[in-house]
């Protein structure tokens, strides 16, 4: 009688076997972040719906951004992608500056160092909180 053995493995153990195999480093040149946080009112009310506009820079003075919009709890949260031709300083990171509103005059604005690394799997997370009147 043949007896066949089968080897199970946990998602964790076969993410273990292959993780060697597994590429996370973005070879287009593109640098990733994530940028979270929060929209309120002075009173400390948060603002659901606030558009808010993420405009950034690197080693040249082109900039590049993104839009995003708070949740009912007035918080965001969106990852940044910066483009293969839109290097970031060293350390590596974007200057940025996050606004409310996107158009018009804006009424709260904060000027953030970003850091961005060239693995997708590993976003760095900067954090920034808007107060509106």
């Known amino acids: 009688m043949k007896t066949t053995h089968l080897l199970l493995l946990t998602p964790l153990a076969l993410l273990a076997a292959c993780g060697s195999l597994l590429e996370t480093t973005d070879s287009s040149g593109r640098h990733y972040a994530t940028i979270k946080g929060t929209?309120?009112?002075a009173n400390g009310t948060?603002?659901?719906g606030a558009r808010i506009g993420v405009s950034c820079v690197g080693t040249s003075n082109e900039p590049f951004g993104l839009e995003t919009e708070t949740n009912a709890s007035g918080a965001f949260e969106t990852d940044l992608y910066g483009p293969s031709f839109f290097a970031p300083?060293?350390?590596p990171s974007y200057?940025?500056?996050v606004?409310?509103?996107v158009n018009g005059i804006p009424q709260a604005e904060k000027?953030?160092?970003v850091t961005v690394s060239p693995d997708f799997k590993t976003r760095p997370t900067t954090t920034v909180s808007l107060v509106v009147p």
Do not use: I, N
């Open 39 to 41: 929209v309120a009112r």
């Open 99 to 101: 606004l409310t509103p």
């Open 46 to 48: 948060p603002v659901s």
């Open 95 to 97: 200057l940025c500056r």
């Open 89 to 91: 300083l060293s350390g």
């Open 111 to 113: 000027s953030v160092t």
